[in-house]
């Protein structure tokens, strides 16, 4: 089943969950890398502008980099958004070539967002806003100040 959120981001592909995504309150964390999720926990696309993307996917590869079997397969689904970059940018007269991020094993959609002022300026970079308990913790510990906390 798929569930319905108008206000995701309009690139991204929704995630399989149930009626309720609520996570029980304990259960979120509860788990290892080796013991698949329940639907009633899967990881959820956070929907606010100041998730730090660069600290959710790390946390994210931490985690999956310890997965194993079923567990790991599951997380599969889970994607990246990217935006597009001018192939050249100059920055204090230096000419740059941006190299776009691709952690091996993470599927990619292109940013469709109307409107988007990253694509429009050219500015790029990406998007990874799967939350989950599981690697939540690490996240906390990496984000930068002033960033989205869970909670």
Known sequence: MLREHPEVHSGA?????????????????????????????LPRWIDHPRVDSQAMLSAFLDYRGRCTGEAR?????LYMIVHSHEPTIVVGGQVIRPQEIRPQDIRTR????????????????????????????????????????PG
Do not use: M, N
């Not at 397969?73 to 689904?77: C, K, M, V």
């Open 13 to 41: 592909y929704r995630a399989p969950a149930v009626l309720d995504p609520s996570t029980p309150p304990g259960v979120a964390a509860e788990g290892g890398p080796t013991i698949p999720l329940t639907s009633v926990e």
């Open 110 to 149: 292109p940013c469709a967002a109307q409107e988007c002022e990253r694509c429009l300026t050219g500015r790029g970079g990406y998007q990874f806003k799967w939350y989950h308990g599981r690697w939540g913790g690490v996240y906390v510990r990496l984000r930068r100040d002033g960033t989205w906390t």
């Open 73 to 77: 397969a599951q997380l599969d689904h």
